[in-house]
Structure formats: structure tokens, C-alpha cells
């Protein structure tokens, strides 16, 4: 539980860093994207707010001083450089997009909202839930409990051997980090990434409209985006910090169209700045940038860009993609002696960067184009059923949409590029739609498992996501088009996506109780509130044009402020139900930490375990106070087991450990125990180690 004054002081300590983070948004879209739409200059905003949160806190981990004070001194320094960003020139007008058909308009508008509803409804039925996904329980939490234990990220964390997992690329954990660390409690963990949510479906809405598609055609694909099963898991039930990969790889790719059509310089930095945060959040990441910045000088150089320019715009592209996810190879060289470890770069034989034989790669890192032209039993009954369960008929029909928009594409470049000056970027955004396809189905792991039983792949579709991202705008201007075969037909479209959206829900959010019409009312107070800010922002008081001008300002500032005490105070209610029943009940293991062993103790990880919570993160305790460890030996810089018991019993005592978790072993589950002791469990055996509680899963010791 956390106390009232601890509490108090966390939320002014966040609330101080959103606002700066959203001060220096503010003041960089002002004065380089002056008289912009609204839809990208809402995706500016966020793009700007995203890399000036993950910089307040990526900075002072680089200097080793990671603090709330020093986390708010970085954010006010983003604020500061917010004011030198150069005054950009307006944007030249651009041409009306084709117009909305009203019952089209109102499918998309019906769609959206239920894509809203469910969402909402979802978070308040599951937000007093800790956290249980594997690879969040595995790697992002507890690396993010380290760096605040260490300050520093000069250091890999490695919980899980033979892994590479403290190697990833981290600016999507710095939002993880970012809403833990006020309080050193995990409590609004959950919540972290659905302002990233929303980021990347008004970035899918903006590069629709980009590309001058219709609203509604618009609004269905950016809802449908957000309807993909694989999606919702991964944003709101898991809150994974992929997230923060498709908002910043979404919004990186409407500037890039606005870039190829206007090749104005703000529309570059912002482009830049979007890739650079993608590049460095996720490994998928660096090969879907790459694929972007490829389709972008294709789209340049088909728009009659000049070598020279293109060479200057590149290195400066290239210089923010650095500058935004540079540093995690950098720690990866520092600390590992290798930028892209666990990867051994050796092209045509001449070794670069050499890493220890990947054991886990070669028996179940397999890819989908493994499968390609053989295992009709594996598509069967594992590639096709995950597809249809985690990407669903909405991803189906930002595909199909796609596919027809670049034909679309071309034969309007056939007949004359003059009769629709999208048709490039169009082409352009398919086309790197279609390699990150290709790539996603070359990822090691993508069809994650052992020989002909890819059992994890469906999971593993998010790799797919950034595909889907740059289909999502061409799909909606191909939507848009059906219309100019007549009303009924582009209706009859319209409604077949919606259908298609309605269905992603249902696979999203099968269970889901009573939870919706709470969504429901939830999703009505804030429309209500924004409609009435609004109004109140653009009423003027006949004869009195100072009163006009001020009642829209106070509007939103008193709207602020109560979203800010209503803020503060179901946060409050939040950790209290939330810490109330943290991990109780889930593990005999778990229980015994939490009433004996919740803050103060050295604990060591040692074993396998696949099934239940994993033990990683849980150990660390409510206030994330217990150091954490997996008792192993590092060869060559990879985390692996002991090599025996009088070496395992040395490495714990080096440690200074106080208790002692072993995993069970791979096949351990709840009812259905291991036959026999693990070795490491034998080990602790001969040693005399004091059991203190055990489950089907894990066994707790007390080493001293």
C-alpha cells in the first residue's frame, strides 16, 4: 500500500513531467508546423511529447543519476530546447478529399465507437489486475525495476538464460519506467500504453486522410487497426511496449507522405524523429524503418527528387534515427561487445561482431517462410488458426485493401500522374507494406516453437503489425474510391469493414461482463466534456469580444484541472484496490514473499518455468525493494545455467543470497507436477537448504 503522502507527492512528480513533456510539444508543433490541419498536428504533438518522456528518462539513465528529481530536470530541459526549434513556413492548401457519404460516414462513426466502448470497457473491468504476460513478467518490468534500483542502464539485465532479452532496444520500456517510478509501484503499468494507442490510431486517421481518402473510410481503418486482436492483446490487455513502436512508426509514416508530396523541412525532422523512436523500442523495429526510409527516397526519387537532395535529406534522416534509438546498440557494444547482440555480423565471411552460438534460435527460433511451400499440416491446424484468432478478418481487410490500392496506384500512374497526385505515396506505402510482410515472415521466431509446432506464433504476430500500419492508409484510400462506382457500392464496402472491425472485437474482448456499459458511460462523459469545451472555446459574448475571447481558455483550463483532481483521485482508489491484492493468491512462492519477504532481501532465480506467472517480476515486491537475480554463470557475455551443484552453491554465496526460487522445469503446470526433482531442486536438497513453500510451478528456499 502507498501511503497518502507518498501518493500525493508521485502524482505532482508525474503530472510535472507530463506537463513539461506536453509544454515542449506544444512549443515545437507552434513554431514548426504553423496553420497545420488538425489531424497531424495532433500526431506531431505526440510524437514530439513521446520523445521528450522517453529522453527525460533515457538521459539521466545514460549519466547514471536516474531520479524523480533528475528525471524532472531532463523534462524541463526538453521544454526549454522546445522554444529554439526554427519557425517553419505554413503549409501550401492542399486539395478537398474526396467527399464522406453520410450513411458510409455513420457505419465508420457506429464502428469506431464500439471500438471505443469495448476498449473502455475492457481497462475498467482489468485495471486493478497486476500485470501478467510473459515477456512482460520476464524482461520489461524487471528491467525497468534495475534501472531504478541502479540509476544507470550501463548494465544488462538478464533474468531468463540463454536469452538475449536485457539486449533489446528499450524506449518503449521508458514509458513503463516513466509511470513506475514516481511511486516505485507498477500499479498504473496497465494503463501506460493507451495514450499510445490512441497516438498510433489518429496517426492511421491522419495518413488516410493524407492520402485524401473519405473520413469514414479514414475512421474504419484507423478503428479496425486498433480491432486487430493481436493489437488489443498486446496495447491493452498486456500493455506491451510494442505500442509505442506502431504509434511512433504510424506517425513517422505521415510525415514521410507529407514529406514526398511538399518536401517541406519540419515534415522531415518529424519523420525523422517518429523513426528514431521505432528503431529503438523493438528489434522488428530497426528492419521496418529501414523499409520505410527505403520507401520514402523511392517515393522522393519517383516525385523528380534531385540526387544531391536526396543524399542531404538521408543523412539527416539517418542522424535522428540515431539520435532516437542509438544509444541502446551503443550499451549493447559497451556491455556485450556488440551492437546487434545476440546477432553474429559477419558479412561474406569477414567477421565484425562475433556472439556465442545461438542454442535457442537453432532448436525453436523457426520463421514462417520455413513453412512456405511444405508443412500443409502445420498451416492447417497452427499457421492459419493463430492468424485467424490474433490477426483476424479486420487485418484481412487492411491487406486485401492495400493490395487493391496499389493496383489502383498503378493504373492511375499508367493513364497519367496528373489525375491523382497520391497515387505514388500510395504505391510507395504498399509497397513497404508488402516487404515488412515479407520481413515479419523471415524473423526468427516469428513461428516460435519446436519442429512442425509453432506454438507460439500467434503471439508473435505482432511482429506483423508495422505491415498492417502501412497498409492502413492505403486501404482507406482505396475504400474511399469504391464510391465512383456508385453510393450503394461504396456503402456495401464500408459495411463490409465495419463488419470485419465488429468481428475483431468479439475476438478481442469475448469475456467481458457487465464491463461495456460501463465503457459506454465512460466514453459518453468525455465526449460530453470535449463537445463542451469546445463550444465554450468558440463562444462569443455578443458585444463583449474580451469576454468571448477569454471564456474558451477558462473552459479548458477548469476542464483541465478537474480531469486533473479526477486524475489524482481514481488513482488513488486504482492503487489501493490494485496493492490490496498484488499477486496474492497466484503462487504458494508468491505469497510467502509478500507476507515475509516484500522489501530488503536478495533473492536468486534459478530453473525453467513456462506455465503460471512467471516469478521474475513478482519477486522484486510491491515497492520493487528486493534485488533480483538469476543464480547462472555469464559465458561470453550470454546469461547460462550453473554447470553443477558445488558451482551453483559457490555462485550463491557470492551473491549473498536470502532465498532461493527454482523453477520446476518446462513441464511443470498447475496439476500436473514433475515427476521427479529438478536438478536444481536436488542441488538445494543436499545443500539443506530450508524449503519454505512450494506450488506445481516453484519451489522457495531460505539460503541463510
Known amino acids: 500500500m502507498i501511503r497518502s503522502g507518498e501518493y500525493l507527492v508521485g502524482a505532482a512528480h508525474l503530472a510535472a513531467v507530463v506537463g513539461l513533456c506536453a509544454a515542449a510539444a506544444v512549443f515545437a508543433i507552434r513554431r514548426a508546423l504553423p496553420r497545420v490541419e488538425a489531424a497531424p498536428s495532433v500526431v506531431a504533438g505526440g510524437l514530439v511529447f513521446t520523445a521528450a518522456f522517453v529522453a527525460a528518462h533515457v538521459l539521466p539513465l545514460a549519466l547514471g543519476i536516474l531520479g524523480r528529481g533528475s528525471v524532472l530536470a531532463a523534462a524541463a530541459l526538453a521544454a526549454l530546447a522546445a522554444r529554439l526549434v526554427p519557425r ?30 469495448a476498449t473502455a470497457g475492457y481497462v475498467l473491468h482489468h485495471a486493478t489486475e497486476p500485470s501478467t504476460g510473459l515477456d512482460m513478467v520476464n524482461i520489461h518490468l524487471p528491467d525497468m525495476a534495475s534501472w531504478i534500483q541502479s540509476g544507470t542502464l550501463w548494465h544488462v539485465y538478464q533474468f531468463v538464460p540463454r536469452l538475449a532479452h536485457g539486449n533489446y532496444p528499450n524506449n518503449g520500456d521508458m514509458v513503463l519506467l516513466g509511470v513506475t517510478l514516481p511511486w516505485r509501484n507498477d ?23 493524407e492520402l485524401r481518402a473519405p473520413a469514414g473510410a479514414a475512421l474504419l481503418a484507423a478503428a479496425g487497426f486498433a480491432a486487430i486482436p493481436i493489437v488489443a492483446e498486446s496495447a491493452v490487455e498486456v500493455a506491451l511496449p510494442d505500442t509505442i513502436l506502431w504509434a511512433a512508426f504510424a506517425g513517422a509514416l505521415v510525415f514521410v507522405v507529407r514529406h514526398v508530396r511538399e518536401g517541406r523541412r519540419a515534415d522531415l525532422v518529424l519523420a525523422g524523429v517518429g523513426l528514431g523512436l521505432a528503431f529503438g523500442t523493438k528489434w522488428y523495429g530497426v528492419y521496418a524503418v529501414a523499409i520505410a526510409v527505403l520507401a520514402w527516397l523511392a517515393a522522393r526519387a519517383a516525385t523528380g527528387g534531385r540526387v544531391r537532395d536526396l543524399a542531404r535529406e538521408l543523412g539527416s534522416v539517418t542522424a535522428l534515427i540515431a539520435l532516437g534509438g542509438g544509444i541502446w546498440l551503443v550499451r549493447n557494444w559497451v556491455e556485450s561487445g556488440n551492437p546487434v547482440f545476440p546477432v553474429r555480423v559477419a558479412p561474406f565471411g569477414v567477421l ?17 517462410a520455413g513453412y512456405v511451400g511444405s508443412g500443409a499440416d502445420v498451416w492447417r491446424h497452427h499457421l492459419l488458426p493463430a492468424y485467424r484468432d490474433f490477426l483476424g478478418p479486420a487485418a484481412l481487410a487492411l491487406a486485401v485493401g492495400a493490395l487493391g490500392a496499389a493496383a489502383g496506384a498503378i493504373a492511375t500512374l499508367r493513364r497519367g500522374r496528373g489525375r491523382d497526385a497520391n497515387a505514388i505515396p500510395v504505391l510507395a506505402l504498399a509497397g513497404a507494406a508488402v516487404l515488412c510482410a515479407v520481413a515479419y515472415a523471415l524473423t526468427p521466431y516469428s513461428a516460435q516453437g519446436g519442429p512442425d509446432l509453432p506454438v507460439f506464433v500467434g503471439p508473435n504476430t505482432r511482429y506483423a503489425v508495422p505491415a498492417l500500419i502501412a497498409a492502413a492508409g492505403p486501404a482507406a484510400w482505396a475504400l474511399g474510391r469504391t464510391a465512383r462506382w456508385g453510393a450503394w457500392a461504396g456503402r456495401a464496402a464500408h459495411g463490409l469493414v465495419a463488419v470485419a472491425l465488429l468481428d475483431g472485437i468479439r475476438r478481442s474482448y469475448a469475456v467481458m461482463d457487465d464491463a461495456p456499459l460501463a465503457g459506454a458511460a465512460a466514453v459518453a462523459v468525455v465526449a460530453a466534456g470535449f463537445l463542451a469545451a469546445r463550444r465554450a472555446h468558440h463562444r462569443r459574448a455578443d458585444g463583449d469580444r474580451a469576454a468571448g475571447r477569454l471564456a474558451g481558455p477558462l473552459a479548458l483550463g477548469a476542464g483541465a484541472a478537474v480531469a486533473l483532481a479526477a486524475s489524482a483521485a481514481g488513482g488513488w482508489h486504482l492503487q489501493q484496490r490494485f496493492n490490496d491484492d498484488r499477486y496474492r493468491g497466484a503462487d504458494a512462492t508468491f505469497d510467502w514473499v509478500l507476507a515475509h519477504a516484500p522489501a530488503h532481501r536478495r533473492i536468486a532465480l534459478a530453473g525453467d518455468w513456462s506455465h503460471g506467472i512467471a516469478p521474475v517480476f513478482p519477486m522484486f515486491g510491491p515497492r520493487l525493494r528486493n534485488h533480483v537475480a538469476y543464480a547462472g554463470e555469464w559465458r561470453r557475455h550470454r546469461l547460462d545455467y550453473a554447470p553443477g551443484g558445488d558451482r551453483f552453491l559457490a555462485l550463491l554465496r557470492a551473491g549473498r543470497y536470502d532465498l532461493l526460487v527454482v523453477g520446476r522445469g518446462f513441464d511443470a503446470a498447475p496439476g500436473n507436477p514433475p515427476a521427479m526433482e529438478t536438478r536444481e531442486e536436488r ?21 541463510r
Request: net charge positive; proline share 8%.
Open 88 to 117: 517553419g513556413a505554413p503549409a501550401p492548401p492542399r486539395p478537398a478529399a474526396e467527399p464522406t457519404d453520410r450513411v458510409s460516414g455513420t457505419l465508420a462513426a457506429a464502428a469506431a465507437l464500439a471500438v471505443a466502448v
Open 187 to 209: 500499479f498504473a503499468v496497465r494503463l501506460a500504453m493507451l495514450p499510445w494507442l490512441g497516438l498510433a490510431v489518429a496517426a492511421i486517421y491522419a495518413l488516410a486522410r
Open 352 to 368: 565484425i561482431f562475433d556472439a556465442p552460438h545461438d542454442v535457442l534460435r537453432e532448436q525453436a527460433g523457426y520463421t514462417v
Open 683 to 703: 542441488w538445494a536438497r543436499t545443500a539443506r537448504l530450508r524449503q519454505l513453500a512450494r506450488s506445481d510451478t516453484l519451489t522457495l528456499y531460505a539460503v
